[in-house]
C-alpha cells in the first residue's frame, strides 16, 4: 500500500499529453498571475481609487455566466481545441496592450476595455484544463493530478508575484507585457503538441441553426440539473460560491489596495504578499497530492472553516511578516478546501458531461465580482477591518450551515463524496 502510495504524486507525469498539458498550463497561470499584479497596481496608482480595482478585477470574471457554454463547446469541439483558441486569444489581447503601452496610449480606459474582452474567456480556463485533465488521466490518478495541477497554478502564482511585481518595478508595464504574450504563445504552442483525447460524445455534425442553438441550451440545463442534483456536488458548488463572495476578495483583487493603503509598501511588498498566499497553498496541494485516502468532504467542512480563521485574524493585522505568515496559512487552507471541491465534483461527474460540471463550477466564481464590488463600496463606508471582519465571520457562519444542511452528504465516512 505505501509504496504504491509513493510515487503519486510524480505518477501523472508517466501520460505523455500530461507533459505538454502541465508546462502548458504553468505559463498560462504565470502569465495570469503577472498581468492580475501588474494592473492591479496599475489602476491603484493611476485613479488612486479602491472601487475602481475592484471595478478591474470584477471585469476579469464578466464571462463567468457562459462558462458552462464554454465547457458544452469543450465537450463538441474537444478540450484541447478549446484551449489552444483560448490562449492563441490571450495572446492577442495582451500583445495589444504591449503595443499600446510601448508607444505611451495606455489608459485606465483602454486597460478596462481589454480586461473586459479578456474577461469573457478567461473564467472558463480552469475549467476546461480541468475537463482534459479528467479525459487524459485514468481515474485511479485524478486525485494526484488534480493536485499536481494545482500545485502549478501555485507555482505559477508564487512566480508570477515575484518576477512580476520586480519587473514591473524596473522595466515599466510595456516591456512587462512583452514576457507576458511571449508566455501566452508559448502556452498556446505546447497545447498543440497534446495529441486529441478520445471524444466521449459525437456531436461534431450539429449544424448551426435554431436547432443547434436549442441543443446548446437543453445541454447547458441538463449540466446545471445534473451537477445540482448529484449527491455531494451540490454542497461543493455551494462552498466554491461562498469562498468566492466572502474570501478570494481579500487575498486576490484587494490585494493592491492592502498593500498600498494598510501596509503602506510599493510593488514589491504585494509581491511578497501574493507570494505568501501562493505558498500556503502550494504546500496545501503538495500535501494533498502526496497523502492518500482521505475523506475529502470532511477535508473540505475543516479546511474552509481553518480558512475563514485565518481570514478573520489577517484583516486585523498591521505588520507584514506577519500578514505574511498569515497568509501562508490561509494559503494551506484554501488550497485543500478547493481541491477537495474539485475533487467531488470530478468523481462524481459522469464523463460525457464532466465539461458542462465544470462549466457550472467555474459560474460559482461570479461571486468573486460581486463581492469584490461589495467590499470596494463597503470600504469607502465603514472601513477596511469592518468589512474584512464582516465577510470572514458571515463566511465562517454560512459554512456552518452548508456542512449542517448537507450533513448526511459530506459527514458519513461512507458516503460517496468521503470515497477513498
Known sequence: MSTSARPSALAPFRIRNYRFQWPSDLLTSWAFEVETLVLGWYILVETGSVLLLTVLASLQFVGTLVAPVFGMIGDRMGHRDLLVVMRLAYTVLSSTIMVLALTGHLSPLSVMIIVAIMGLIRPSDLGVRGALLAEIMPAEQLVGAISVARTTQDSARIAGALTGAGLFAVLGIGLVYVAIACLYLAAALLMLCLTRPKRTVITSDLPVNSHAVSRLLGDLKEGIVYAWNGPGMRAALCVAFLANLTAFPFTGGLLPYIAREIFHTD??????????????????????????????????????????????????????????????????????????????????????????????????????????????????????????????????????????????????????????
Open 267 to 420: 510593488q514589491t511588498g504585494l509581491g511578497y504578499l501574493s507570494a505568501s498566499f501562493a505558498i500556503g497553498s502550494l504546500i496545501g496541494s503538495v500535501t494533498l497530492s502526496l497523502v492518500s485516502g482521505v475523506r475529502i468532504a470532511r477535508l473540505l467542512i475543516g479546511a474552509t472553516l481553518a480558512w475563514y480563521a485565518m481570514l478573520l485574524v489577517f484583516v486585523e493585522i498591521r505588520t507584514m511578516p506577519v500578514a505574511m505568515a498569515c497568509l501562508v496559512l490561509a494559503g494551506i487552507a484554501q488550497s485543500m478546501s478547493m481541491i477537495s471541491a474539485a475533487v467531488i465534483l470530478m468523481r462524481t461527474a459522469s464523463a460525457h458531461l464532466r465539461g458542462r460540471v465544470m462549466g457550472v463550477r467555474m459560474m460559482v466564481i461570479y461571486g468573486l465580482p460581486i463581492g469584490l464590488l461589495a467590499a470596494g463600496s463597503m470600504i469607502d463606508v465603514i472601513g477596511y477591518s469592518a468589512t474584512g471582519s464582516l465577510y470572514a465571520a458571515a463566511g465562517f457562519i454560512t459554512m456552518l450551515a452548508i456542512a449542517i444542511r448537507w450533513r448526511a452528504d459530506l459527514w458519513p465516512v461512507h458516503a460517496p463524496a468521503n470515497a477513498r
